[in-house]
Nanobody
């Protein structure tokens, strides 16, 4: 059974930092491409950052220079370091796993999803 479990969300003031983690089980993690998505209140889910199985990365324009995605294949863990947080970063953050590795931010290309972790940034 595939499981993705996120942690690390919370409440922080603007300008602060948070580090999200996502532990994967039930998959050959190193072969998967992984992504972080978020769903702000009242809005649709959007791609934030993604990392391929070769380590290459892609970021949404809104987070470039502030967020860093990384992975630890030995620990089956995905990370998202979020710095210089803004109120507009407030959202429920999800990690996702893709076997096909076809697209960075198309949700339908991701096979498995976590339950999400809430990030709230106050001004």
């Amino acid at each position: 059974q595939v499981q993705l479990v996120e942690s690390g969300g919370g409440s922080v003031q603007a300008g602060g930092s948070l580090r999200l983690s996502c532990v994967a089980s039930g998959i050959t993690y190193s072969r998967y491409c992984m992504g972080w998505f978020r769903q702000p209140p009242g809005n649709e889910r959007e791609g934030v950052a993604a990392i391929a199985n070769d380590g290459s990365t892609r970021y949404a324009d809104s987070v470039k220079g502030r967020f860093t995605i990384s992975r630890d294949n030995a620990e089956n863990t995905l990370f998202l370091q979020m710095n210089s947080l803004k109120p507009e970063d407030t959202a429920n953050y999800y990690c996702a796993a893709s076997w096909r590795c076809i697209s960075w931010f198309i949700e339908g290309e991701y096979d498995n999803w976590g339950q999400g972790t809430q990030v709230t940034v106050s001004s």
